[in-house]
């Protein structure tokens, strides 16, 4: 496609990050024209292959001409200043070295996939495109009428418009010049939530002014009066005479509908407004004054201390003890030297409570960075902050990514979640870990925070490693919720477990409903029930593409895989015996909200689970519905853990305890240990005691003292002996091979290939070939083999070196090269 570069005319040369899973970087040459302009971190067109053309990021000018290979030019550098900064670039290489991956993988993950134009990329007109041509140039001119008749182009059909290979700077203007849109972008389009708020006219404040608009009212206009005094009675509410009140919220306490308002609106009487309220765009700093409790002081002053001696602290506190205010402080005295802030969160979309917070302290200080925001917007952010427009970002893992130029404070916020681990694709890193490395590069402080602190964090500040601050006691003194065991076993034996509810949890829901108070119950799966089953026959219905049971769903009548996303109707006829005694065997979010209906009737419930919050504004709707006191009884999946402050929750039911702790994994008691504790810090934050209730079919179980007295030390202490004892994290590091293949027999001898290898120098070290639990998931069989390693640097180095080895090895066997290998370094 272009001509081989002669030696003899070039000197410089590029190695290149590009956004592909390869082992190595490449080098290409670039041309005397663009020595000037191609500088580290800009994104540079070149070709990869024959025919694929790519957006590289330059990582390194040198002068040695490569040998293994012809090498090629760079085509064009698209950018005018770097967009990656050094630090990003040393960032991205450690994490590929530690990772077991590559850098290209890397980028993939860092930048926002407007950056990333490749040669199969398609563009579309901008929707806000009027036809106005004026502003661009000839060869623009022809690209945009092009797609006036054809609405779609890829990269390689411009190249034939215009009969030129170099097409993407042209392509970069019209993207600035809101001409058009990369199509993913389009398709990936992003509405801010917006809300529309009633507000009395100010004319009408005075109650003199009012009194005649009340009695012209109660003459003429019943439903109308009814609006405005329902509209005084909320504005009254709320502590402030005529506020802006929710539209939603006034015609559902009022009665009326939507023509009286719309009169009232005509009248003049009342104004209304929309608000964009799911974005961080047009937020004022309200400064909000509050003064920390002398616990909250000794923490700040304690994390102050710290910061002196260690690069990274814990910071310990129970639910409710205010570790936010202690972070706003810290973040208000590195903002005030200067420094930038970083805040992790670990799922942006369930944290809106601490969102609305912190905005509302630092108003346009802040920037959000996740992945709700459509490609457009997150260059947009991306930008910005590289521009130095804000000096906090508040975001999940992948923020770790974004241009800082001088942060001074890193915060890791419920640091224990295993939202922080990447899954898939690679990179699969831990974003905890991997933000204590990045502070480390601008020499930066990093504070972890959490109620359940991971085992791995909690020894490291233990052992002198980490600084560690504990606040041990909630905000205005109240006390810890009080948690009460209610025995599901003895319940049946006496019949009284009324379907999933034993008869202490139902009353105690009762009780606290009557004193209009409300209710959180947690059960860690959702659905209808896990599985359908023949009474006749013990056929089970099953996913094809993978080794699980498919999930009954009862309000869309149709069975899932959690797993593929596989879905079926529902049976009413046993398929292997043609029985009709189809039964649904255990009991997921779905049914517990189907349940309560028939306990609780009259009372309002609703359901927080990944099916419920699949829409854009799903998640603030329900939690919005809940705080306004309109949601009595809030049912959910672990969703209902994390960062959840409400005034009115006074109780909360964990509906299968032996569920969070049955796990085939090391961590189940660790996992199950947060998972309660988490949810029984939701109730009495504010006024006064909550109470928690924990339905088990195993009294004995060991775990129920620590979480009944809040005893995160003692724990802490048991379950360390045991990590201890069998060698697990934190006292070795842990790898895992998960090999993958349509074939099983083929994915068996791959998988013994690599294990038979490394096993002659790792020995005892290496576990497997196994498969695990589930041992087949979308039509690809799975084998595991997991290494366990001492905690020596050089070990690790040369085992992953090692492994790198071995993996090469194995794609260049041709009856192998079609195995995929999923490698998880300190897997979760």
């Known amino acids: 496609m272009y001509p081989d570069l002669l030696l003899e005319e070039i000197s ?149 418009i215009l009969r030129q290979k170099t097409v993407y700077p042209l392509i970069q203007s019209l993207l600035k010049k809101n001409v058009v849109v990369v199509k993913e972008q389009l398709l990936e389009r992003f509405k801010p939530k917006m809300e529309t708020f009633i507000s009395i006219n100010p004319v009408y404040e005075k109650d003199d002014q009012l009194r005649p608009i009340f009695d012209e009212l109660e003459k003429k206009a019943p439903k109308q009066l009814e609006l405005l005094m329902a509209y005084t009675h909320l504005s009254n509410l709320q502590g402030t005479r005529y506020k802006e009140i929710l539209k939603s919220d006034l015609l559902e306490k009022s009665k009326a509908d939507q023509a009286a308002l719309n009169a009232l609106i005509k009248k ?113 952010i991306w930008n910005k902050l590289l521009h130095g427009s804000y000096q906090i970002i508040l975001g999940a893992r992948s923020a770790l990514f974004l241009p800082f130029e001088n942060p001074g404070l890193v915060i890791v916020d419920e640091e224990h979640d295993p939202s922080y681990k990447q899954n898939d694709p690679a990179p699969r890193y831990n974003g905890r870990d991997a933000a204590i490395y990045l502070a480390s590069l601008f020499g930066a402080k990093t504070l972890l925070g959490s109620a359940t602190p991971s085992l791995e964090s909690y020894q490291n500040a233990t052992t002198g490693k980490f600084g560690l601050t504990v606040l041990n006691e909630r905000y205005a003194g109240l006390e810890m919720p009080e948690i009460l065991i209610a025995d599901v076993k003895e319940a049946k034996k006496k019949k009284q477990l009324h379907a999933h509810f034993t008869a202490t949890l139902l009353d105690e829901m009762k ?173 009495g934050r504010i006024t006064k005691r909550g109470r928690v209730i924990i339905q088990t079919s195993n009294m004995n179980n060991t775990l129920l003292p620590f979480i009944i007295n809040h005893d995160y030390r003692g724990f802490f202490e048991e379950e360390i002996r045991h990590r201890k004892k069998f060698q697990y994290p934190p006292f070795s590091r842990l790898i895992q091979l998960t090999f993958k293949h349509k074939d099983k027999k083929i994915v068996w001898q791959a998988s013994r290939l690599v294990s038979d290898a490394l096993q002659k120098e790792l020995q005892k070290k290496l576990l497997g070939p196994a498969e695990p639990p589930v041992a087949r998931i979308k039509n690809q069989y799975l084998v595991q083999v997991l290494i366990k390693l001492e905690r020596s640097g050089p070990l690790i180095l040369h085992v992953k070196n090692r492994i790198r080895e071995e993996l090469q090895r194995l794609q260049e066997t041709a009856a192998y090269r079609s195995v995929q290998v999923v490698v998880d370094v300190d897997p979760y």
């Open 12 to 160: 410089t040369f590029a190695e290149v990050i590009l956004p592909l899973s390869l082992p190595i970087n490449y080098t290409y040459g670039i041309p005397k024209e663009l020595e000037s302009v191609a500088t580290v971190g800009k994104r540079v067109e070149i070709q990869f292959g024959q025919r694929k053309i790519y957006a590289g990021i330059i990582k390194r000018i040198h002068h040695n001409i490569p040998k293994e290979y012809k090498i090629k030019p760079v085509i064009s550098v698209l950018d005018d200043v770097a967009i990656v900064t050094e630090t990003q670039l040393k960032f991205w290489e450690w994490m590929a070295a530690y990772y077991l991956c590559a850098e290209g993988d890397v980028m993939n993950a860092a930048l926002p996939s407007g950056f990333k134009l490749e040669s199969e990329t398609s563009i579309r007109l901008h929707p806000s495109f009027n036809d106005n041509f004026s502003n661009l140039s000839d060869k623009e001119y022809l690209i945009a009428e092009a797609l006036t008749v054809q609405k779609e182009l890829t990269i390689e059909e411009i190249s034939k």
């Open 268 to 380: 003049n009487i009342f104004l209304q407004t929309k608000k964009e309220t799911g974005r961080l765009a047009e937020v004022v700093t309200e400064n909000i004054a509050f003064d920390l409790t002398p616990t909250q002081e000794a923490a700040l002053n304690a994390c102050r201390q710290q910061f002196k001696e260690k690069n990274v602290a814990l910071l310990y506190g129970v639910t409710g003890s205010g570790k936010t205010n202690v972070y706003i402080r810290l973040m208000e005295e590195a903002i005030a030297a200067g420094k930038q802030v970083l805040y992790l969160l670990p799922e942006i979309a369930l944290t809106t409570q601490i969102i609305e917070r912190l905005r509302k302290q630092f108003g346009n200080k802040i920037g959000i960075y996740h992945s709700r925001f459509n490609p457009q917007e997150r260059v947009e």
């Open 511 to 683: 009780a606290t409903i009557e004193k209009k108070e409300q209710v959180i119950l947690f059960q860690n799966r959702r659905g209808y029930a896990p599985y359908m089953e023949c009474e006749t026959c013990g056929w089970v219905a099953m996913c094809p593409n993978c080794d699980v049971h498919l999930t009954y769903h009862k309000f869309q009548h149709e069975l899932k895989c959690h797993y593929c996303g596989h879905r079926k109707n529902s049976f009413v006829q046993c398929p292997a015996c043609g029985g009709s005694h189809i039964k649904i065997t255990g009991f997921g979010t779905e049914k517990i909200e189907d349940d309560l209906k028939i306990f609780l009737p009259g009372v309002s419930i609703a359901r927080m689970d990944y099916d419920a919050v699949r829409s854009k504004n799903g998640y603030q709707k329900i939690i919005g519905d809940f705080e306004r006191g309109k949601t009595q009884v809030l049912v959910g999946t672990q969703m209902v853990t994390k960062g959840l402050d409400f005034a009115n929750v006074s109780m909360v039911g964990i509906l299968n305890a032996d569920q969070l702790i049955s796990y085939a994994d090391f961590r189940s008691a660790e996992r199950g240990f947060q998972l309660m504790s988490q949810v029984s810090g939701r109730p």
